[in-house]
């Protein structure tokens, strides 16, 4: 028989503790990004018109920035999940792999969606081909869109898997640390980390403390999703089990 995707001790009490977490964090998290908004376009200041091209648009950066900095979680995860799967071939490992994968695509889609609108209000054009950060976080997206495509419509095997979970660590390792220390090493147009006091980046108490509450919000919306994407993961597995067993019996 099939070992379950998350094969755990006590499954059965692990996917009610999945399921149980799941909900609250996922509306927690939804509702702490809902907040995050509606603070940032109400409430926080305006950073200073002399210091920015266009000082309003800058209200977007208070999902942007979440969306980029839990995308990273979802990298880890990934690369995590690839590491455990291609060197002891573990399922529970091929689990996090998709899971990582398509969180990395979703937190991923968000930073390159809302990025392009703010460059378009604050430089004139959406996107800066020359800029080393923007260029390959936008690859990074693209290998989770390459890696969540391949493994639904690819049939499964451990070929298949071990050619994805190879992308995945090697696009990771690579692509990661690059993306994280470009803008201090290469910084072209795209702005300092936000939170670090500089010439291009100092925040106000009240810009800080929305900032904070979008990223906790959408930490907490990431560990809802997960949760939710274990239980959805070994509740498959039971399903697929119970048929199996079902069809033994009846023979």
């Not at 070992?3 to 001790?9: E, G, N, Q, T």
């Not at 000082?55 to 969306?67: D, G, K, N, S």
């Not at 925040?203 to 904070?212: D, T, W």
Request: glycine letters at 10%.
């Amino acid at each position: 028989m099939r070992k379950s995707i998350l094969d755990w001790p006590n499954g059965r009490r692990d996917v009610l503790d999945y399921r149980s977490a799941a909900v609250p964090l996922t509306t927690l998290g939804l509702v702490g990004a809902i907040s995050t908004a509606i603070l940032g376009f109400l409430w926080a200041p305006l950073v200073n018109p002399d210091a920015w091209n266009a000082p309003e648009a800058y209200r977007i950066l208070y999902w942007h920035v979440p969306f980029a900095w839990t995308s990273f979680l979802a990298f880890c995860l990934l690369l995590a999940g690839s590491i455990s799967w291609f060197i002891i071939r573990s399922e529970k490992g091929w689990g996090i792999f998709v899971i990582g994968s398509e969180l990395g695509l979703l937190f991923g889609a968000g930073v390159v969606i809302s990025g392009p609108i703010w460059g378009s209000a604050e430089w004139g054009v959406p996107w800066d081909w020359g800029d080393a950060r923007l260029n390959t976080y936008a690859l990074l997206t693209a290998m989770s869109l390459f890696l969540v495509s391949s493994f639904r419509s690819q049939p499964e095997g451990q070929d298949t898997r071990d050619s994805l979970s190879a992308i995945g660590i090697l696009g990771c390792l690579v692509l990661v640390p690059i993306t994280v220390f470009a803008t201090t090493l290469w910084q072209d147009r795209h702005p300092g980390v936000v939170v670090i006091e500089s010439e291009d980046s100092g925040l106000q108490p009240e810009i800080l403390l929305v900032l904070m509450l979008g990223t906790i919000s959408f930490f907490v919306l990431f560990s809802g999703l997960v949760a939710l994407n274990l239980a959805i993961m070994d509740a498959r597995s039971e399903i697929e089990e119970y048929r199996l067993s079902t069809d033994r019996g009846a023979l």
